[in-house]
């Protein structure tokens, strides 16, 4: 079976089989979200169509880490950077609570 493109075609445009199967995978996200967004029946797979662009040398590098940060990551990095700008010598809640021993 002869597959096209031919994967020398495709290594000629991202070197190495790893970041080959990335960039596949992070174009062909691309177009089916694109095309789920726009409505648009696709006549091929986004796989496929992900492949012939990266064949014909249309498609940049995808895995680059320029990315959107999801709602969670988000507030994680809120989180984190409200704790670091409180005052270092707040009292802790566990200084307002007696311990066990004293109730006795």
């Known amino acids: 079976m002869m597959l096209y493109p031919a994967m020398n ?24 979200n694109e095309a789920e967004y726009t409505e648009e029946m696709l006549e091929d797979k986004p796989v496929s169509i992900a492949i012939r ?15 959107e940060v999801t709602d969670m990551e988000a507030a994680f990095l809120q989180a984190e950077d409200a704790a670091a700008q409180e005052p270092e010598d707040a009292e802790s809640p566990a200084e307002d609570h007696p311990e066990p021993a004293e109730l006795l």
């Open 9 to 32: 075609e495709l290594l000629a445009q991202v070197p190495s089989r790893y970041k080959l199967v990335n960039v596949v995978a992070a174009r062909a996200r691309q177009i089916a």
């Open 53 to 67: 662009e990266i064949a014909e040398g249309k498609v940049p590098d995808l895995t680059a880490p320029e990315r």
